[in-house]
Structure formats: C-alpha cells, structure tokens
C-alpha cells in the first residue's frame, strides 16, 4: 500500500518541551517537505529536502528542524523556539521536475 | 515570485447544482497548476494538474479545469455537486525559481470551503 504515513495523529506538548513529527514514505520520491496550516491561511512550507543529506528552509523555517538522513523519512523537530507551534502539520513528497506532491494525513500539535 | 488567489473564501451550492471555484496566480512565465482537495482533519489530495498541452483538464471525482492564460486563471468546475464534494479546496501554483531552476515548491492559495446543501 503506497503513500505518506505520518505519525502521530494528535499529539499534545507543554510548553518548553521540543517534540518531533514522523514523516515516512513509500513513494520512491525525492523529494519531502513539510507544511504548516493554520486556519485561513492555506499551507506554509517550513522545509524541503530534494535529496537525500540535504534540506532548506522554506518561508517559515524559524523555530523548526529536519533531517534527512534516509529517502523515506523527513521528521520534523519543532522546538521550544518556535513562538506559536500549535497546528495542523502536514508531510509531502513529491517530483521536483514537475512540481506534484503526495500529500500525508497530517498530526495536529496542540502545545500548552 | 508566484502568488495564489482564490477569490471566495467559503462558498455554498445546493446538491446536484453546478460549481465554479476560482483561482488566479501571478507568475511571467508558464506555471504548473494544481487543485486539491481537503476534508477536514485530513491532508490534501491532489484532483487535477495542468502542465502543458490542452487547457481544459479532467481530474478524479468528475471535476475539471480550464486554464486561461490571458485571465491567469485556472478555474475548478463541477457540473452537478454532490453532498460529498463538500471540504476545502485548494488551487497551487509551482515554479522555478530566480535562478530559473525547479525546487519543487507550490505557493498555495488561501483556500475555497465548500458547503453543499440537500
């Protein structure tokens, strides 16, 4: 069965604390990103990685980290830095040449 | 750099009446074009794609759209609704970047809710 697993599906924090998002998939792409939705205001990219060992920041990257050590898997580590990290957190992977992505079920951190 | 507008915030249509959702990017040169869909607490799910070639694209589900270059506009449209087609809707741009390049990134619009009514 083909496609983006992202784990957990709720996940609950206090505040202070760093916590990392499971990203993992089967797709055999090269490319991964991670978003952040928010109401009303569509999807922000945090990072992209299009190979693997490496990554850059997207638009909002601030108070965020990845890794990319294996093709399959991008975890997100949203840190104690991050001033507002309550969301909806969403994992893609996709074709660089072609711009498609592949979109995971998402994991909503609620942080308190 | 590209940007996304989708004009309507929330829109509602009554079950089995036709739907056009908007969409308008800014970009100089071709863009690659996407809609997709959301229920909600779900991620997206991709309907249709425009790349090249004829501008009028089917997609899963029995939507379609049409790209206009003239209005830079790629426009969602349904000819009868069903109650399921309700969610959130979302129109994507890719492009290169600066250095003419592809990365692979979209600029999303800020999204259309859908509301069907019995």
């Known amino acids: 069965d083909g496609g983006i697993t992202q784990s957990p599906k709720y996940l609950f924090r206090k505040e202070g604390q760093n916590v990392t998002l499971s990203c993992e998939q089967n797709?055999?792409?090269?490319?991964m990103y991670w978003y952040r939705q928010d109401p009303g205001q569509g999807l922000r990219l945090i990072y992209y990685?299009?190979?693997?060992?490496?990554?850059q920041k997207g638009d909002i990257a601030e108070g965020y980290s990845v890794s990319r050590e294996k093709k399959e898997s991008f975890p997100l580590t949203v840190t104690s830095a991050q001033k507002n990290p309550t969301a909806f957190y969403l994992c893609a992977a996709g074709r660089d040449e072609t711009h498609e992505q592949y979109f995971g079920p998402g994991t909503r951190l609620t942080v308190t | 750099a590209q940007s996304v507008t989708q004009p309507d915030i929330h829109i509602t249509v009554s079950e089995g009446a036709s739907l056009e959702l908007r969409c308008n990017y800014s970009y100089g040169a071709t863009p690659y074009l996407f809609w997709y869909v959301q229920s909600p607490g779900q991620g997206l799910q991709l309907l249709l794609k425009?790349?090249?070639?004829?501008?009028l694209v089917q997609g899963i589900k029995g939507f379609e759209a049409e790209f206009k270059r003239s209005q830079s506009s790629f426009n969602l449209r349904k000819p009868s609704v069903h109650w399921s087609d309700a969610a959130e809707y979302f129109c994507a741009v890719g492009a290169a970047n600066a250095g003419g390049t592809s990365y692979g990134k979209l600029t999303f619009g800020q999204g259309t809710i859908l509301t069907v009514h019995p």
């Open positions: 425009y790349f090249s070639g004829d501008t």
């Open positions: 990685s299009q190979i693997v060992n490496d990554f």
């Open positions: 797709l055999n792409h090269d490319a």
